[in-house]
C-alpha cells in the first residue's frame, strides 16, 4: 500500500516537474514556436553533427583497430607502462585499459577487469579504481579527432594532457577514498616481471589489414548509433535552454529558446572565467551535457563556433572535460555494478567529478600558457 502511495506522488511530482518546465519554455517562445524549434533543433542535430560524428567514428574505429591487429598498442603499451606506477598508482598492464577506452568508450576496460590474467596484477583498491582510470580517457580519439576536424589542432592536444591531469586526480582520489573499504588482495603476479596482454593474429597481413579496417568501422558505426538518443533528446534540451531569442523574434527555427542556463551560470561567470576561461556563460553547457554523453556534447560544439562563443582555449577546456568525464554519470553505476562493487558508486562519482574540474583548469592555464610562449 505505502508503495502505491509512493508511485502515486512520484507521478504527481513527474507532472508537476514536466508541466512547469515545458510551460516555461513555451510561455517565452510560444507553444507553436517551442515544438517546432523542438523538432528541427533535433532533425539539423541528426543530419549536421550525428552524421559527422558517426563518420569520425567509423575512420578512428578502424585506425584504433589497425593500431591493435598490427602491435602498435602493444609497443604504446610497453612504452607507457613505466608511467603508471607514479602517475596512478597502478600496475605498468593498467596503460592497456587507459588506451583501450581511448579508442573506443569507457565500458571497454572492464571485459579487461574481468579477465582474470590482466587483474591478477592488481590490489583489489586499484583494480576498482580502473574505473575512474578508464572513464578518463573514453572515447578520446573521437573526441581528439572531431575537435582536429574543427580546424583546433593545438588546443586538442592542450586538452588531451588536461584530461591526463584529471586521471590522475581522480584515480588517486578514488584510491584514497576506498583503499580502507575493500580488503586488500596481493597480485599473483610479480609487478616487477609483468607480460603484456597478447592479442592473437591469424591470416594474411593483407587480409588482417582488410579485417581491421571493416570491423573497426563497424564498432565506429555502432557508436554512432548509440550516440543518437543522447545527442537528440539531451542536446535539443539544453540548447532550448542555452540559447536566446534570434533578432527578429521567435520564428520556430533550430536553435532559438529560452537562455535559463546562461542567466543562472551568469552568477558564477567569476567562477568559470577564474577556473576555465570561459568567454561567455553558455559555455558551460559543453561539459554538463559531457556529464551524461560526450557524443551530446561534440554536437553543441558547431553552434558554438559559429555564434563566436568558443575560441582555442574553450576547446582545451572541452576537450580536457569532454574526455575525463565522458558521460561517467552514465556509465559508472554499470561499471561498478559490473565489478559487484556498486555500493562505491558515490565514492567514484565525487572522485571523477574533482578529477574533470581539475582537467578543465589545467587545459585553460595550459593554454595560457601556450599562447604566451608561442
Same mark, same amino acid.
Given at each position: 500500500?505505502?508503495?502505491?502511495?509512493?508511485?502515486?506522488?512520484?507521478?504527481?511530482?513527474?507532472? !508537476?516537474?514536466?508541466?512547469?518546465?515545458?510551460? $516555461?519554455?513555451?510561455?517565452?517562445?510560444?507553444?507553436?514556436?517551442?515544438?517546432?524549434?523542438?523538432?528541427?533543433?533535433?532533425?539539423?542535430?541528426?543530419?549536421?553533427?550525428? $552524421?559527422?560524428?558517426?563518420?569520425?567514428?567509423?575512420?578512428?574505429?578502424?585506425?584504433?583497430?589497425?593500431?591493435?591487429?598490427?602491435?602498435?598498442?602493444?609497443?604504446?603499451?610497453?612504452? $607507457?607502462?613505466?608511467?603508471?606506477?607514479?602517475?596512478?598508482?597502478?600496475?605498468?598492464?593498467?596503460?592497456?585499459?587507459?588506451?583501450?577506452?581511448?579508442?573506443?568508450?569507457?565500458?571497454?576496460?572492464?571485459?579487461?577487469?574481468?579477465?582474470?590474467?590482466?587483474?591478477?596484477?592488481?590490489?583489489?583498491?586499484?583494480?576498482?579504481?580502473?574505473?575512474?582510470?578508464?572513464?578518463?580517457?573514453?572515447?578520446?580519439?573521437?573526441? !581528439?579527432?572531431?575537435?582536429?576536424?574543427?580546424?583546433?589542432?593545438?588546443?586538442?592536444?592542450?586538452?588531451?594532457?588536461?584530461?591526463?591531469?584529471?586521471?590522475?586526480?581522480?584515480?588517486?582520489?578514488?584510491?584514497?577514498?576506498?583503499?580502507?573499504?575493500?580488503?586488500?588482495?596481493?597480485?599473483?603476479?610479480?609487478?616487477?616481471?609483468?607480460?603484456?596482454?597478447?592479442?592473437?593474429?591469424? /591470416?594474411?597481413?593483407?587480409?588482417?589489414?582488410?579485417?581491421?579496417?571493416?570491423?573497426?568501422?563497424?564498432?565506429?558505426?555502432?557508436?554512432?548509433?548509440?550516440?543518437?538518443?543522447?545527442?537528440?533528446? !539531451?542536446?535539443?534540451? !539544453?540548447?532550448?535552454?542555452?540559447?536566446?531569442?534570434?533578432?527578429?523574434?521567435? +520564428?520556430?527555427?533550430?536553435?532559438?529558446?529560452?537562455?535559463?542556463?546562461?542567466?543562472?551560470?551568469?552568477?558564477?561567470?567569476?567562477?568559470?572565467?577564474?577556473?576555465?576561461?570561459?568567454?561567455?556563460?553558455?559555455?558551460?553547457?559543453?561539459?554538463?551535457?559531457?556529464?551524461?554523453?560526450?557524443?551530446?556534447?561534440?554536437?553543441?560544439?558547431?553552434?558554438?563556433?559559429?555564434?563566436?562563443?568558443?575560441? /582555442?582555449?574553450?576547446?582545451?577546456?572541452? +576537450?580536457?572535460?569532454?574526455?575525463?568525464?565522458? /558521460?561517467?554519470?552514465?556509465?559508472?553505476?554499470?561499471?561498478?555494478?559490473?565489478?559487484?562493487?556498486?555500493?562505491?558508486?558515490?565514492?567514484?562519482? $565525487?572522485?571523477?567529478?574533482?578529477?574533470?574540474?581539475?582537467?578543465?583548469?589545467?587545459?585553460?592555464?595550459?593554454?595560457?600558457?601556450?599562447?604566451?610562449?608561442?
Amino acid at each position: 500500500m505505502k508503495r502505491v502511495e509512493h508511485r502515486r506522488v512520484e507521478a504527481v511530482l513527474f507532472l !508537476i516537474c514536466f508541466f512547469a518546465f515545458f510551460g $516555461l519554455l513555451s510561455h517565452g517562445m510560444g507553444l507553436q514556436n517551442m515544438i517546432s524549434t523542438m523538432m528541427k533543433t533535433s532533425y539539423a542535430l541528426l543530419i549536421d553533427t550525428v $552524421l559527422y560524428i558517426m563518420a569520425v567514428s567509423v575512420l578512428a574505429g578502424a585506425l584504433g583497430r589497425l593500431l591493435i591487429e598490427f602491435g602498435v598498442v602493444r609497443l604504446l603499451e610497453a612504452l $607507457l607502462a613505466p608511467f603508471m606506477k607514479p602517475l596512478f598508482n597502478l600496475p605498468g598492464v593498467a596503460s592497456l585499459g587507459g588506451l583501450m577506452t581511448f579508442f573506443s568508450d569507457n565500458p571497454a576496460i572492464i571485459s579487461l577487469v574481468n579477465d582474470r590474467h590482466f587483474s591478477s596484477y592488481f590490489k583489489k583498491y586499484q583494480l576498482i579504481s580502473l574505473t575512474n582510470f578508464g572513464t578518463a580517457f573514453g572515447m578520446g580519439l573521437v573526441v !581528439i579527432s572531431f575537435m582536429i576536424g574543427k580546424g583546433f589542432v593545438a588546443a586538442s592536444l592542450i586538452g588531451f594532457l588536461g584530461a591526463i591531469f584529471g586521471a590522475v586526480v581522480s584515480t588517486r582520489i578514488m584510491q584514497k577514498l576506498i583503499k580502507n573499504k575493500v580488503p586488500e588482495e596481493i597480485p599473483t603476479s610479480s609487478q616487477g616481471d609483468e607480460e603484456q596482454i597478447s592479442f592473437k593474429s591469424k /591470416g594474411s597481413v593483407f587480409l588482417r589489414f582488410i579485417n581491421s579496417i571493416l570491423d573497426g568501422g563497424k564498432t565506429g558505426v555502432d557508436l554512432g548509433l548509440a550516440i543518437i538518443p543522447g545527442v537528440l533528446i !539531451i542536446s535539443t534540451l !539544453i540548447m532550448m535552454i542555452t540559447f536566446g531569442e534570434p533578432a527578429g523574434g521567435y +520564428t520556430g527555427a533550430a536553435f532559438e529558446g529560452v537562455p535559463f542556463m546562461p542567466r543562472i551560470a551568469g552568477l558564477l561567470d567569476w567562477l568559470f572565467r577564474a577556473l576555465f576561461g570561459f568567454r561567455s556563460p553558455e559555455a558551460i553547457a559543453f561539459p554538463m551535457t559531457s556529464l551524461g554523453a560526450v557524443g551530446a556534447a561534440l554536437s553543441l560544439i558547431p553552434t558554438f563556433l559559429d555564434k563566436g562563443l568558443a575560441g /582555442g582555449n574553450e576547446i582545451a577546456v572541452f +576537450t580536457a572535460m569532454g574526455m575525463c568525464w565522458s /558521460g561517467y554519470l552514465s556509465t559508472h553505476t554499470a561499471m561498478l555494478d559490473a565489478l559487484k562493487h556498486r555500493e562505491l558508486t558515490s565514492k567514484a562519482l $565525487l572522485a571523477h567529478t574533482a578529477g574533470g574540474i581539475a582537467a578543465g583548469v589545467f587545459a585553460h592555464y595550459a593554454y595560457l600558457l601556450f599562447t604566451a610562449l608561442f
